[in-house]
């Protein structure tokens, strides 16, 4: 195989046994680097690790590696365990951190890592889990991490350096293999340069303040038409595309807007009406009314592809766009990360999406991750990329920023959790506060912002040794239980040590679960709960209350997480015996963000399960609920078997 330059130079230090970052651009041949050194691993008959940011990345690795690697390849991602000793573990970020901290090891026989998206770091919710994973890594192990292009990518590389006390090396690429040629459609016409929408698409505006800030509007607004940008695109041979939107029901409204367009001649049409037919019955998709319903687009080659699908459909739809049969695919953003899915044109219905808590324009680092997907290697010289301009919503110096800006550094979002604070105090006892300094954290941050970091780790030391979770040189049995217990630590310890997760029935085990694992959006509405129900809320809101209270006192925030039973009912019928194709009566849920929480329920009833000084009854109700929980197509397990 003929390599690139950037390519040859990471092989080139990971065959001299040297860790290494590879910085480049989405798409430009990053997987190489780290099938490299699976094939080298495999050969010296010494084990690697693949962590992934996202569980369906993870899955998604799991199909890419196991057709090439075969019985090789094994994934553990908290829900889902196959073949788990295999000498490839692709897993989860927290998987791995878990390990690194709990059980290094168990980690003796694998020789590297590899940390997908490592730029992930910077994520506010989830980001301490990269940086504890790198700060805990065992000695013996090399690292191979893949990231973006990130413009202080040489502060990274010198945290991590600065950490292991060992070399490690930077490849940074900047140059796409497909370069991207940039196209904005504005007042339904369409330009190539900005200069020229600055003149034409934003031309007759007029001042008017707003708030004592200076605004601009258009005298006349045409609005951009849907039908305009696909018949270009059919027009002018630039199909396949992959159009960003952000919004699940924005994604499914577009592709149906399409409606009346046929992209595909009578073979084609042919061809994935049978290989839809097919999946969706491997699958057991046949009947399902969400499959039904994308039938029609998919004769026409329209698809959608969201998290709120059943995740056995967005697979099929996965496979339907690698056989290149389908021509338009509306999706959020999730598409862009990690999969190798690539088209030769990508689209922005627009250029700004949420962010956690509000609205506001994309990162220029999101905008490339998206945009990268433009473009197929050896087939496409080049990769088009249209935005959607509305004038009236974005002014043409943001829109500079977002495209021609630099992308946004790599920042620590440090906070340990509970958890990891309880391990930390059983291995180094008082000697914990030294483990801070070598976090990224550290590194980046002035005195000051390192003083209230420390001051921040004491607060939930101090907190754990006033609830009883610390003892005098180690861990009670509540700090045992809770250290098991990543997110959910405080409520559900302080429940279990009054006895009453011992009490609850399996039903009432299962709510209380999916209502700790539940964030309800900001429309849903408190749900009507039964008497039952309330019994539980009324156990669940004296335990917050009073551990909200005390965090407030040592000035712990973020706050621990509230139960809410928006699931309840839903999770009743579930665990009852109902069909799943039955539950949309019980809640407003989407299919998919069901079967994720459900999932994600099951991950946690497994960790009170693990937990050494779970009681024995616990231990058996939980595994029995298991049992009814982790059925059909709530099984993740099940849906990766299928080949």
Request: net charge positive; glycine share 4%.
């Amino acid at each position: 195989m003929q390599y690139d330059r950037f390519q040859n130079e990471a092989i080139e230090h990971i065959n001299r046994g040297l860790s290494v970052i590879v910085s480049a651009p989405t798409g430009a041949g990053k997987t190489v680097i780290a099938e490299h050194v699976i094939e080298k691993s495999l050969r010296a008959q010494e084990g690697v690790i693949y962590t992934a940011p996202i569980k369906a990345l993870s899955n998604q690795k799991y199909r890419d590696f196991e057709s090439k690697y075969q019985d090789k390849i094994g994934i553990l991602t908290g829900d889902v365990s196959i073949n788990p000793q295999a000498p490839v573990l692709i897993m989860t970020t927290e998987i791995f951190r878990n390990k690194a901290l709990e059980d290094p090891y168990s980690l003796k026989g694998y020789a590297w890592i590899i940390f997908d998206e490592v730029h992930y770091i910077d994520d506010e919710q989830r980001g301490t889990i990269w940086e504890e994973s790198i700060m805990f890594l065992p000695q013996h192990m090399k690292m191979l991490c893949l990231s973006a292009t990130v413009p202080n990518i040489n502060e990274l590389s010198s945290w991590i350096e600065s950490v292991h006390k060992a070399e490690f090396k930077q490849v940074i690429e900047s140059k796409r293999p497909v370069p991207l040629h940039f196209f904005y459609q504005c007042q339904n016409d369409f330009y190539d340069r900005l200069k020229k929408l600055l003149h034409a698409g934003y031309k007759e505006m007029v001042n008017y303040s707003y708030h004592g800030k200076r605004r601009f509007m258009h005298k006349h607004y045409k609005p951009n038409r849907l039908s305009t940008l696909l018949s270009r695109l059919q027009d002018k041979d630039l199909l396949p595309c992959i159009y960003f939107a952000f919004g699940r029901r924005r994604c499914e409204d577009l592709a149906f807007e399409l409606y009346s367009f046929d992209f595909l001649k009578p073979k084609e049409q042919a061809q994935i009406t049978q290989m839809y037919e097919e999946l969706c019955q491997r699958f057991d998709l046949a009947h399902e009314k969400s499959a039904q319903r994308l039938s029609p687009l998919i004769k026409r080659g329209i698809a959608f592809h969201h998290a709120g699908m059943l995740p056995t459909l967005k697979e099929v739809i996965e496979r339907l766009f690698t056989s290149r049969l389908l021509k338009v695919i509306f999706t959020t953003e999730t598409f862009a990360l990690g999969i190798n899915m690539p088209a030769r044109t990508v689209a922005f219905d627009e250029l700004r999406k949420f962010y956690g808590r509000y609205h506001r324009n994309l990162k220029t680092r999101d905008f490339y991750q998206m945009a990268g997907r433009a473009g197929r290697r050896g087939m496409d010289k080049e990769g088009f990329v249209f935005s959607r301009i509305n004038p009236r919503r974005i002014q043409v110096d943001e829109l500079k920023k977002i495209i021609y800006g630099q992308p946004e550094r790599i920042t620590s979002k440090f906070n340990s959790s509970y958890a990891t604070v309880l391990h930390l105090f059983d291995k180094y006892q008082d000697k914990l506060y030294q483990v801070y300094p070598k976090s990224l954290h550290y590194f980046q941050e002035k005195p000051r912002r390192r003083q209230g970091a420390q001051k921040m780790l004491k607060a939930k030391v101090d907190l754990l040794k006033e609830l009883g979770y610390i003892g005098e040189e180690d861990l009670t049995l509540k700090g045992e239980f809770a250290a098991e217990i990543y997110g959910y630590e405080l409520s559900l310890t302080e429940i279990y040590a009054q006895n009453l997760l011992d009490e609850l029935s399996k039903v009432e085990l299962g709510i209380l679960a999916t209502a700790l694992v539940y964030e309800p959006r900001k429309a849903d509405r408190p749900p009507k709960i039964t008497r039952s129900i309330r019994d539980l809320k009324d156990i669940t809101d004296e335990a917050l209350k009073n551990i909200h209270r005390i965090e407030r006192r040592f000035h712990i925030w973020p706050q621990s997480k509230e139960y809410f039973f928006h699931l309840a009912q839903v999770t009743h019928a579930w665990l009852s015996g109902t069909a799943f194709a039955k539950l949309g009566q019980y809640a407003d849920v989407d299919e998919g963000e069901l079967i994720r929480y459900f999932r994600m329920a099951v991950q946690l009833l497994r960790e009170i399960q693990h937990a050494p000084v779970t009681s024995e009854p616990l231990k058996e109700n939980i595994k029995s609920l298991l049992s009814v929980f982790k059925r059909d197509i709530v099984d993740a397990e099940k849906q990766l078997r299928i080949k």
